[in-house]
């Protein structure tokens, strides 16, 4: 059984800091990664995606990526309120690609 | 462009009955993924088309489930005899190649409230 694993939260930061979101992964094949936002009442929106280890940057977010660890991360600079939603984690399957997600993180950003 | 769509945005149906939903995936897309959200239960993988076959069926929850997909293009997830525990929102994603390289996008979800 394939799993991916996050921290449920929430975990609350205030205006400005730097949220700091975590998942690990149990297939030591898995090659792709991805982490999605989902607002209250919405669809997951792909904010970032990743398969080559280390860092993948783009505006306020980093992407980290450790295949050795089996662990991957979500960097949010300069965290908004707007930021505030579940971030899942989700590692894509070799065999036909699907998508295996993490049960979420809350991230609440306190103005 | 245009995203991935589905439809209708909201079904409420009564227990026994059937209900159809409907993706239309992103232009050229060639893979398309149908998901289940549950409260308590995540996002859950029900079943994958590459065109129109459907190599992986693994993740659909009982023979009441089926899915096709015509023309390479819209798909549509039949749930016969619906449950109350097959209230969800069910979505679709889609990615242009099936390969692990390439985004899956999701579409606005339906959601399904069996009465």
């Known amino acids: 059984q394939k799993e991916v694993e996050q921290n449920s939260g929430p975990l609350s930061v205030p205006e400005g800091a730097i949220a700091s979101l975590n998942c690990t992964y149990s297939?030591?094949?898995?090659?792709?990664f991805f982490w999605y936002r989902q607002y209250s009442g919405k669809s997951p929106e792909l904010i970032m995606f990743?398969?080559?280890?280390g860092d993948k940057e783009d505006g306020r977010f980093t992407a980290q990526l450790n295949k050795a660890s089996q662990y991957v991360s979500l960097l949010i600079r300069d965290s908004q309120p707007s930021d505030s939603a579940t971030y899942l984690c989700?590692?894509?399957?070799?065999?036909?690609?699907?998508?295996?997600f993490g049960q979420g993180t809350e991230l609440s950003v306190k103005p | 462009g245009a995203g991935v769509s589905q439809s209708p945005s909201n079904k409420v149906t009564e227990k026994g009955k059937d209900v159809e939903l409907r993706c239309d995936p992103i232009s050229g897309h060639t893979a398309l993924y149908w998901y289940r959200q549950s409260l308590g239960q995540g996002l859950e993988f029900l079943i994958y088309?590459?065109?129109?076959?459907?190599?992986?069926k693994s993740g659909l929850p009982s023979d009441r489930f089926s899915a096709e997909r015509t023309g390479g293009s819209v798909s549509t997830l039949t749930i016969q005899r619906t449950q109350q525990e097959d209230s969800a929102v069910y979505l679709c994603?889609?990615?242009?190649?099936?390969?692990?390289?390439?985004?899956?996008?999701f579409g606005p979800g339906t959601r399904l409230t069996v009465l």
């Open positions: 994603a889609s990615s242009r190649l099936s390969n692990p390289y390439n985004e899956q996008f």
């Open positions: 990743i398969y080559s280890n």
């Open positions: 297939d030591r094949g898995s090659q792709s």
């Open positions: 088309f590459q065109g129109n076959s459907a190599p992986d």
């Open positions: 989700a590692v894509r399957d070799n065999q036909g690609g699907k998508l295996i």
